[in-house]
């Protein structure tokens, strides 16, 4: 089985800094793009940030600046740097991984369950 868990949401005030940590488990053979995605209340899931194995990323445009994505293969982690937050950076945050599986030799995207970022004074 493959796991992917996300950690370090939580209420920030604006102007604020947080940082997410998503770490991928389990029957794994290869880890290749990872990635941030949110979900405001209403709204669509959108991409934030995304990371390839070599370590190229893509960020939304609502972010640049102000949010980078970094990954340790060793550990299986990426991590979401969130500086000088807003009320509208307000979701639910979703990591997300393209992963070959040892076990099943599929490579398909998991999904963590979702991390709360709240930005309110």
């Known amino acids: 089985q493959v796991q992917v868990v996300e950690s370090g949401g939580g209420l920030v005030q604006p102007g604020g800094s947080l940082r997410l940590s998503c770490a991928a488990s389990?029957?794994?053979?290869?880890?290749?793009?990872m990635g941030w995605y949110r979900q405001a209340p209403g709204k669509q899931r959108d991409m934030v940030a995304t990371?390839?194995?070599?370590?190229?990323?893509n960020a939304a445009d609502s972010v640049k600046g102000r949010f980078t994505i970094s990954r340790d293969n060793a550990k299986n982690t990426v991590y979401l740097q969130m500086n000088s937050l807003k009320p509208e950076d307000t979701a639910v945050y979703y990591c997300?991984?393209?992963?070959?599986?040892?076990?099943?030799?599929?490579?398909?995207?998991?999904w963590g369950q979702g991390t709360q970022v709240t930005v309110s004074s």
């Open positions: 997300a991984a393209d992963i070959l599986s040892s076990r099943s030799a599929l490579r398909r995207y998991y």
């Open positions: 990371i390839t194995s070599g370590g190229g990323t």
């Open positions: 389990g029957s794994i053979s290869s880890i290749y793009t």
